[in-house]
């Protein structure tokens, strides 16, 4: 009798085991029972994500976040829901996610195959490319011209990767200078610690025309990746969806026009890419 009890314990405990701990709270969940949802946000990735003059969180991003966070107060019939800002890096964004210290990621992340396996990710939020930023008069004609030269870029991120990937394939022959920020990558431009910046291509403008300090830089012609940025969340298929849902309903009305024309007017009209993604992510009900 008592090998049975014991047996029979043994598989109930194996049971629980088995249970995912997502099965027995959802994120929506905690969020209505907490009434507070966790948003990520970057410090300095202009436009996309980082902190204003009145010191709050400002961007690109940020702003689909907030209507995400409005929208989601309403599904879940919290009218005062408290949406906090945590601060996140492109080292501790991964982390913090995983930690529950964050719900949602409100930055310029890159949705790749890898990173899926852990975390989800929304519907498409903005399409780039990684590039080099030269002090002005100093950008190569050609890639073999880029031999030597010394690279800043932010550790962490896709373009690190991918200019490691080119390294280590021969392709490259540069000496990478990794560091912890943007604001990092284009103070050593600036100071010609690096001869080159590397980062996505409307990042290294937005930087360099707001953090650059009045010095004139140039944009190389070659890119060296594909960008697709999406906001990075826990997995749990039903928070997924009501992120999408916002998303797909401001790309399908049109009402993220005004929202683009505020973070990037500045630089010219958006491209063809971009007008097809969110043509193509404007999913219908």
Same mark, same amino acid.
Request: aromatic share 8%; charged share 25%; hydrophobic share 40%.
């Given at each position: 009798?008592?090998? /049975? ?5 043994? %598989? ?8 995912? %701990?997502? *099965?027995?709270?959802?994120? +929506? ?28 969180? /400002? ?28 601060? %996140? ?76 990937? +080119? ?66 969340? /826990? ?6 969806? *009501? %992120? ?17 024309? /505020? ?23």
């Amino acid at each position: 009798m008592l090998k /049975r009890t014991l047996l029979l314990a043994g %598989v109930a405990a194996s049971l629980a085991l088995a249970v995912p %701990v997502s *099965a027995s709270e959802s994120v +929506l969940a905690k969020i209505k029972q907490s009434g507070t949802l966790k948003l990520g946000y970057r410090e300095n990735s202009i436009p996309f994500s980082f902190i204003g003059d009145d010191k709050q969180p /400002r961007g690109y991003s940020v702003d689909l976040c907030r209507i995400v966070a409005d929208d989601i107060g309403k599904q879940l019939n919290v009218p005062k829901l408290d949406v906090r800002w945590v601060p %996140v890096t492109a080292q501790t964004r991964f982390t913090a996610l995983k930690s529950g210290e964050i719900d949602l990621e409100c930055g310029n992340t890159t949705q790749t195959l890898s990173r899926r396996a852990d975390f989800d990710f929304s519907l498409m939020t903005f399409v780039d490319g990684a590039g080099l930023l030269f002090r002005e008069g100093e950008t190569p004609t050609s890639v073999e011209a880029l031999k030597g030269q010394r690279v800043a870029v932010v550790s962490g991120t896709t373009t690190e990767k991918t200019l490691n990937e +080119l390294i280590r394939a021969g392709k490259l022959d540069i000496l990478l200078i990794k560091v912890a920020d943007h604001d990092a990558a284009i103070n050593a431009l600036t100071n010609k610690t690096a001869t080159a910046y590397a980062a996505d291509r409307t990042v290294l403008i937005t930087t360099a025309l707001i953090r650059g300090k009045g010095q004139p830089f140039a944009l190389a012609e070659m890119q060296f990746s594909y960008e697709p940025y999406a906001l990075m969340m /826990r997995r749990d298929d039903d928070f997924r969806l *009501a %992120v999408d849902r916002t998303l797909a309903r401001l790309y399908r009305s049109g009402e993220i026009g005004p929202i683009v024309k /505020r973070w990037f007017e500045p630089f010219g009209k958006p491209g063809d890419a971009l007008q097809a993604m969110f043509l193509l992510n404007g999913l219908p009900e």
